[in-house]
C-alpha cells in the first residue's frame, strides 16, 4: 500500500560539483507494520511504537530533545513513525572512476544511518558499508574502496525503521 505522508523528491545528482544528468529512481518505505492495513492501522502503529518509546529510557531521552511547545515524547515519536527520511542529494567525486559519495538527507527528526551499497558490471554487489555523518559538510559521506561501480544503491533510515532509497544508474 502507498504511503501518502511521504514525499518523492528526486535527488541532486553531481559529479566533482558539477550538475550530473544520471538514471535515478527514488523509492520509499514505512515500517514493515504501516504498509499493511491502511491509514487506522497505520496510526494505532505509531501509537504502540510512541507507548514502547516511552517505556525506553534512553529513547524517551533522544526523543525529548526534539520536543518543541506542548509536543510529549510520545506525540514527537509518533510523528516520526509517520514521517520517513528524504535523500535530498547524492554527489560523486573522483579523478579515475568513483571514490566518494556524499548523501544530504534528512528527517522530520533525525536520519539514523546512511547505507551505500556498490554493483559492479552485472549488478553484481561489490561493497556495501554505512556511510559517516560529517558536521563540516553538514551530510554523510562514504569513501569507496573499490572500483568499477554500475550502480550505486544509497538508503537513508530513521529511528523507527522508515526508508528512503535512491538507486543511481551509471552508464
Not at 501518502?4 to 520509499?28: D, F, K
Not at 525529548?64 to 528524504?86: I, Q, W
Amino acid at each position: 500500500m502507498k504511503n501518502t505522508n511521504l514525499q518523492t523528491i528526486i535527488p541532486v545528482l553531481t559529479w566533482n560539483g558539477l550538475p550530473w544528468q544520471g538514471q535515478c529512481t527514488v523509492q520509499h518505505s514505512a515500517p514493515p507494520a504501516a504498509n499493511a492495513g491502511g491509514s487506522r492501522l497505520n496510526i494505532k502503529n505509531a501509537i504502540v511504537y510512541a507507548m514502547r518509546v516511552g517505556r525506553d529510557r534512553t529513547l524517551s531521552a533522544f526523543y525529548l530533545s526534539f520536543c518543541r511547545g506542548k509536543n510529549s515524547v510520545r506525540r514527537t515519536a509518533a510523528m516520526d513513525y509517520k514521517h520517513g527520511p528524504v535523500i535530498h542529494a547524492v554527489a560523486f567525486e573522483g579523478k579515475k572512476g568513483l571514490q566518494t559519495i556524499y548523501v544530504d538527507a534528512s528527517d522530520n527528526i533525525s536520519v539514523d544511518a546512511v547505507k551505500i551499497i556498490v554493483y559492479g558490471a552485472g549488478l553484481k554487489q561489490q561493497e556495501t558499508g554505512l556511510a559517516e555523518y560529517s558536521a563540516e559538510i553538514g551530510g554523510w559521506e562514504y569513501q569507496l574502496t573499490t572500483n568499477g561501480a554500475a550502480q550505486v544503491k544509497v538508503i537513508a533510515t530513521d529511528i523507527p525503521g522508515n526508508k528512503a532509497t535512491a538507486i543511481i544508474q551509471f552508464d
